[in-house]
């Protein structure tokens, strides 16, 4: 069943976008009375059927909503460096909206090569890798933020910097996260935090840990740090 998203769903029919309707209509080829499913990004599953194919504006015609739609028992913030190529930081979204995840922050640490990141494509990217993975919970994309500041705004619940220096002491995940508890969860550039960031997180009552015995890439170790806490929480 194709599915839809629909930030703005109220009362009985509602009005695909453009893109959306152009989508269902001329790519799909879908036809009058045919069964969809719409998410609202607020938890909501709504399931319909096509009222009006218009390939402008497509009419759905709402039967059915379940709300909190598989809604996770837990919190997930991931604040990680931006990358030098785009790509992989994107791979990253896609990949950790359809695990399950809450918030995202674009973290500029010493090491980061490239600052910048297009949050238009990247809330496309969010909104796709929700209809693909059946996810009705939006995933906040928040403005990048500098090191120094995260810890002490942004950051709620068990708070984690995951590193490579194995000189530091590190604990793995599952040894310090609970079941069901808020989690946020920091994870370096390329080129790793550097020493002050550590020792900066670390003051601050930050807990550092490892993923593994692997070196993983920046985008990886996202992906990997999100699969934990989502395994954890089954």
């Not at 040894?175 to 790793?192: F, H, L, N, Q």
């Not at 015995?213 to 806490?229: D, F, K, M, P, Q």
Request: aromatic share 6%; net charge positive; charged share 30%.
């Amino acid at each position: 069943m194709q599915v839809f998203y629909a930030p703005d769903v109220s009362g009985d029919i509602y009005i695909l976008n453009e893109k959306e309707s152009k989508h269902i209509i001329r790519v799909l080829r879908m036809n009058k009375g045919e069964t969809v499913r719409l998410i609202d990004g607020k938890g909501n599953l709504f399931e319909g059927i096509i009222a009006d194919a218009d390939q402008k504006k497509c009419k759905i015609q709402i039967l059915n909503v379940i709300k909190d739609f598989e809604r996770r028992n837990y919190r997930l913030h991931i604040a990680i460096s931006p990358l030098k190529n785009p790509e992989r930081f994107e791979w990253f979204i896609e990949k950790s909206v359809e695990i399950g995840i809450d918030e995202i922050t674009p973290l500029i640490c010493r090491n980061t090569e490239k600052p910048g990141i297009k949050p238009e494509r990247i809330r496309n990217i969010i909104i796709s890798a929700m209809k693909q993975s059946l996810k009705a919970h939006d995933t906040i994309l928040n403005p990048p933020c500098l090191f120094r500041d995260f810890p002490d705004n942004k950051a709620k619940g068990i708070v984690m910097l995951a590193h490579c220096n194995s000189r530091a002491e590190r604990k793995s995940i599952a040894e310090v996260y609970r079941k069901g508890v808020p989690a946020v969860i920091m994870v370096g550039p390329e080129g790793d935090f550097s020493e002050e960031e550590t020792d900066m997180a670390v003051r601050k009552g930050i807990i550092t840990v490892h993923l593994g015995n692997s070196r993983l890439r920046t985008e990886t170790a996202g992906v990997a740090a999100c699969h934990s806490i989502y395994f954890i929480n089954q």
